[in-house]
């Protein structure tokens, strides 16, 4: 790993070359993104394909069930992570380095103590009642009981990984977190064929033994991750020997940007919760046909979810800089190819989604639903992937207020609303639902791509 890391200097932002600077941070991630998405593909699809076919089915579904919550939970540490990549790009750009280690062991103590280590306790105790107020039916509370527990285990050093990771995107060092992902995602495939399976002496274990090695390989990430930042060998350190001190100015521009971003994360959770129990209640092949599609909706998430990360990187470093100019281009440009490279994954989900979803299962019901659903999910592609990126770019600069005001309207009163009246009122079922997310994602998208226009986002302020 020595190999890739890189000295100070390299981080150098010059601006004469847009679109290499764009892709030199935004491939890394993209790379990770989109293989950390097929693994997580590649876990479904041994879930489903356990040979009991109504075991396999409530697995997939617990997995659906389990992952909403969890993303609640995860959705306040991102909101601190936000700050963070913010607050890290702006200090590298205005030459401001001695307050990023700082930022950090912030950013850290209040993910774990305050977060973290809290909502895994919870989860843990009352794992039957939240899935059951997720609307799973009794054979999927039976069964994704023990994977519940054990991955809110996980979610402690899942937390942790997070933090320390978009730290390091903050000053655009990417590559790192890409390698130790992609190995502990490896890790986690060949740990899920052992324990589900049950080969090399162990006795199979089901959903039961995905978890284990999902929590597994969240810990071996969080100690490489340790390694990295504590070797030194970079521009985001740790050392312990360094005393920590609580400050203020920190604290407040965390609150100033984390607050709205939590917010807007509660708000996204909240709204996709209220949407599963709305897809819930029309049965556990509804559920399980859902939670395929949305896993490979995970995998077309991920160029707007890269190039958002480089747009937020490069926006708030060139605002450190007080280049106005640049920062746009970089809003633009990252937009531009982001967008082009989603819509190509929106060709293939179109033309071949019955392919893709039988890698999952072998029913036909199921197969039939989802890969109806991906023809929805590829019109969805190109206003999903320019919503993300904008909304990286905004936050970048510390603009967190905007994301939150679309999100309010189109999750809450869009989705939700819409698919209470295809689903309930006009029995649409599954299809009724997608169509209320792709009403959604565009109504997000005019939102924030007004705000862009505006260019009011360059001028908001950090202490």
Do not use: C
Not at 211 to 221: E, G, K, L
Not at 436 to 443: G, K, L, T, Y
């Amino acid at each position: 790993m020595n190999l890739f890391f890189k000295k100070d200097s390299d981080y150098t932002l010059e601006g004469k070359n847009i679109r290499k600077d764009v892709l030199i941070i935004a491939l890394p991630v993209l790379v990770e993104l989109l293989l950390g998405s097929l693994f997580g593909m590649v876990d479904m699809m041994m879930l489903g394909k356990m040979k009991d076919t109504a075991v396999a089915t409530a697995s997939v579904a617990s997995v659906g069930f389990t992952n909403q919550p969890l993303l609640i939970g995860l959705s306040f540490i991102q909101a601190l992570n936000v700050g963070a990549t913010a607050m890290v790009s702006r200090y590298l750009g205005s030459n401001q380095r001695d307050r990023i280690e700082p930022t950090l062991k912030h950013v850290l103590i209040l993910s774990v103590f305050m977060l973290a280590i809290p909502l895994s306790i919870f989860g843990f105790i009352f794992s039957d009642q939240i899935l059951k107020f997720m609307g799973a039916e009794p054979d999927v509370v039976i069964i994704g009981r023990s994977y519940f527990r054990i991955i809110m285990i996980g979610f402690i050093f899942q937390s942790i990984n997070m933090a320390i990771s978009a730290t390091l995107r903050g000053i655009g060092e990417t590559k790192i977190p890409m390698y130790i992902n992609l190995s502990v995602n490896l890790l986690n495939v060949f740990g899920n064929f052992i324990l589900i399976y049950g080969y090399l002496g162990v006795p199979p274990l089901g959903i039961t033994g995905a978890a284990i090695s999902t929590a597994f390989s969240n810990m071996i990430a969080t100690i490489l991750l340790f390694s990295y930042i504590i070797k030194g060998n970079g521009i985001v350190k740790l050392n312990f020997k360094h005393r920590f001190k609580f400050d203020t100015n920190i604290v407040y521009n965390l609150v100033r940007i984390g607050v709205p971003a939590s917010v807007e994360q509660l708000v996204l959770r909240l709204g996709i919760l209220i949407f599963v129990k709305i897809v819930g209640g029309l049965g556990t092949v509804a559920i399980a046909t859902h939670q395929i599609a949305l896993s490979i909706l995970g995998l077309s998430f991920q160029p707007g979810q890269a190039f958002g990360i480089a747009a937020s990187a490069l926006i708030g470093r060139s605002l450190g800089k007080k280049d106005l100019a640049i920062a746009e281009d970089y809003g633009k440009e990252t937009r531009r190819i982001g967008t082009l490279i989603s819509t190509f994954m929106a060709l293939i989900f179109f033309f071949f989604g019955k392919y893709i979803v039988a890698l999952y299962t072998n029913d036909q019901a199921i197969i039939d639903g989802a890969s109806l659903v991906l023809k929805i999910i590829a019109i969805v592609q190109p206003f999903q992937s320019s919503q993300l990126i904008l909304v990286g770019g905004l936050r970048g600069a510390g603009d967190t207020v905007w994301p939150l005001v679309s999100t309010f309207i189109g999750v809450l009163g869009f989705r939700v609303g819409l698919a209470i009246v295809f689903v309930n009122l006009l029995g649409l079922g599954l299809v009724g639902a997608w169509y209320a997310v792709f009403s959604d994602q565009f109504v997000r998208w005019l939102l924030v791509y007004f705000r862009f226009k505006t260019g009011k986002w360059k001028y908001i302020k950090l202490r």
